[in-house]
Nanobody
């Protein structure tokens, strides 16, 4: 069974770059027809899809975040990483990584990110 686990700092200062890593177990990130993505949910708001990466390393981004978002993968570690630059308080949210073949499932447990100086 595929499991995902997010890791990274829980506190980031404004204007800095947030970096989160998702470690995948029970499945390979090089599996064809599967994408691996990042979704965030600010307090009191709906989840927002941020972007994804597929087995070939092709990336897909939410247009509203594309200028600040970068997703990469490390197949040797079976991990993929999110970088979000120039963070602001509006970027505070629970960040999730997830797998999609037919819908987003499963998700990681999520990691809370606070943006504050």
């Amino acid at each position: 069974q595929v499991q995902l686990q997010e890791s990274g700092p829980g506190l980031v200062k404004p204007s800095e770059t947030l970096s989160l890593t998702c470690t995948v177990s029970g499945g390979s990130i090089t599996t064809n027809s599967v994408v691996w993505g990042w979704i965030r949910q600010p307090p009191g708001k709906e989840p927002e899809w941020m972007g994804a990466i597929d087995a070939s390393g092709t990336t897909y981004y939410n247009p509203s975040l594309k200028s600040r978002t970068s997703i990469s993968s490390d197949t040797s570690k079976n991990q993929f990483t999110l970088q979000l630059s120039s963070v602001a308080p509006r970027d505070a949210a629970v960040y999730y990584c997830a797998r999609s073949s037919h819908g987003w499932s499963p998700w990681g447990q999520g990691t809370q990110v606070t943006v504050s100086s």
